[in-house]
Each structure stands twice: as C-alpha cells, then as structure tokens.
C-alpha cells in the first residue's frame, strides 16, 4: 500500500509586538435612538419601578387594611372609653369630699352640706341646680347657688336672712326672721334674744286671783279691779292669738322684744304669755310684766318708778306690770 507523503510544515510569521496604550480617551457617541424609542424606554422604567413598589405596597396594604378596619377602631375606642370610665369612677380625685360654704352665718355649715346632698358624691352624678333647690328650702334661706367645676371643685354661696330672735315653745326651737315668721332652729346660736313661750304652761298663766289687789297699800296708780284685768288680758289675747302651734309672732310681740332687749341688752331670755305680754325675771327677785308695742322706753320709766317706791316702802313684790303703762299694778310677796 502506498503511504501519503507528509506534508511540510508551515512556518507561523512572527506577529509584531502589542504595545499598551497608555491614555485613551472615549469618544461620546451621539443618540441616534429615535423620539419613539426614547419615550418608550421611559414607559418601561416607570413600569419597572411601578411593578418593584407595588411588590411592597401590597402587603403593607393589607396589614393596614386588617389593622384600620372599622370594627377594630370601634372595639378600640370602645375599650378606650371603658378603661376611662373604670380609672375615673375608682379615682378619689373624682369625689366631692371637701365643699366650702360661703355666706353663712347663722346656719351651720355642715348642716347646710348634708342638706346639699353633694358631700361624697361623684362629679358626674352631682346635680347643682337640685342641691341648690334643696338649699333654697331651709329656713332663712333666701337664694342658694352651687357650682361645679372639673374635676372635683364645688363650691355654695348663700344669700341667708338672719333670725332677729329665737322662740322657745318646749324642748322646740324656732328662728325668727324679720318678719315674724318661724323656721325651725337648725343650728344652736349665739347672742340671739330667746323669747320662752308660756301659752301652754297652765301653771305659768297669771289668774284673776294673782291680779287682784288685797288692799290699798299694794296700789301705786292704779284702780282697776281684778275684773277689769281679767277682762283686759283676755281681750290682749284674743287679739294675740298665740297658741302652742304658732306660726308666726305677731308684729306687736317681736317689735315689743325687740326694744326690750335695745334698752336692756342685759336680757336674754324674755317670756310670753298671752294675758300678760312679755315679761323677764328680774334679777332683784321678781318677774316684770312690759305687754307688748314699741313703747318699751315709757314702760320702763314707769317700771323703775314703781320699784323705787317699793324699795324705799320695803315691799318686796312677787311680779310687777307695766302692760299699760298708765295703770301699773304689782303684787307683793305674803
């Protein structure tokens, strides 16, 4: 068999040697994209950052969804409103527990509180114009304001119409307005004349007997029987008409008590009985007799005319009256 003949080699030229560039510099190349590709490029890269955000805003949107739903918000406020409602009601800061009374001088001050209805109560159920109501119906009371303020703050001002005197029927006490009128005491005071009254004691009551003169000697200028007396204490209480029950003291009386007690501020204490009038103990030892009006200063001349005469007489009375000024009379002790 014939074997191919072997081909020569080929002989590789030699390449010239690369020599590195040491500064280049790049020429820019202008755009020659046309208005079309270049505002479609902006559409995708808009779309690009679009699509990447929306990866994002997707499950934040639903958590926020899940989270801000109406009725989580109103089972939130709800539990808001009911943890409110328990810290406020459990707080003593809430409480009314100390209430300053402005305007009152007779009347006592925790008296007047308990009658408000406000001392430890809540603000919210605290009604002022009630408790003011309630104020308005005590005696001697006139106008009656509270207020309220956030969070426990009250306060009550009263406008009160002092007692002129105190009237004693038993173990009851009343006040005396201007007026006459009687309101039961509901605070003891101090300095007020107590008029004592004596229309049920039967014992108390001065009898024809007691009015009679046993002789000469016992008149000082006067003449009137034990009859006339009798007849004029009855008609001075018939036009009095006083009982046990009163409701109010007769103008003549107060005004009567009133003077006595100017002239005489020693006095504290005067009795009334319908026959006689006012009257007080003296401290000489017996009880005088002024009836009653404004003409207390005469009365009181007289009065101390007649005992005079009987000191410097050495009669020792049991009582004296002055009633009517003009026909004094007296009874001396047996």
């Known amino acids: 068999m014939k074997q191919p003949k072997e081909q020569p080699k080929q002989r590789l030229r030699k390449q010239p040697r690369m020599r590195r560039v040491q500064a280049a510099t790049a020429a820019p190349l202008p755009d020659l994209s046309t208005p079309e590709a270049r505002s479609a490029r902006k559409t995708a890269a808009k779309r690009k950052r679009r699509n990447s955000q929306q990866r994002i805003r997707r499950p934040i949107a639903g958590v926020m969804g899940f989270v801000l739903n109406t009725r989580w918000i109103s089972l939130a406020v709800l539990g808001v409103c009911a943890y409110a409602l328990f810290m406020i009601g459990g707080d003593d800061r809430f409480y009314l527990n100390y209430i300053p009374v402005e305007g009152a001088t007779s009347l006592d001050i925790n008296h007047v509180v308990a009658e408000s209805g406000l001392a430890g109560r809540h603000i919210f159920a605290a009604d002022p114009q009630e408790a003011a109501d309630h104020l308005g119906q005590m005696g001697g009371v006139i106008t009656a304001s509270v207020t309220l303020h956030w969070p426990n703050d009250v306060s009550i001002i009263l406008r009160e119409k002092p007692p002129l005197a105190t009237w004693q029927e038993g ?113 000489r030892g017996w009880r005088a007799y002024f009836g009653t009006g404004q003409d207390m200063h005469q009365k009181l001349v007289v009065y101390e005319t007649v005992v005079a005469q009987l000191m410097e007489r050495g009669v020792r009375p049991e009582y004296i009256s002055v009633s009517n000024q003009h026909k004094p009379y007296y009874r001396a002790l047996p």
């Open 171 to 283: 173990d009851e006490a009343y006040w005396i307005d201007e007026d006459g009128g009687l309101a039961p005491a509901r605070a003891q005071t101090v300095g007020l004349l107590n008029i004592v009254s004596e229309v049920t004691s039967d014992s108390a009551v001065v009898t024809s007997d007691e009015l009679r003169v046993t002789s000469e000697e016992e008149e000082v200028t006067s003449d009137k029987t034990a009859d006339e007396e009798q007849a004029a204490a009855d008609e001075e209480q018939a036009a009095d008409g006083v009982d046990a029950q009163v409701a109010f003291v007769p103008r003549d009386v107060l005004a009567g008590a009133l003077q006595l007690r100017a002239l005489r501020p020693n006095i504290d204490k005067l009795y009334y009985r319908p026959s006689g009038g006012l009257s007080y103990q003296d401290g």
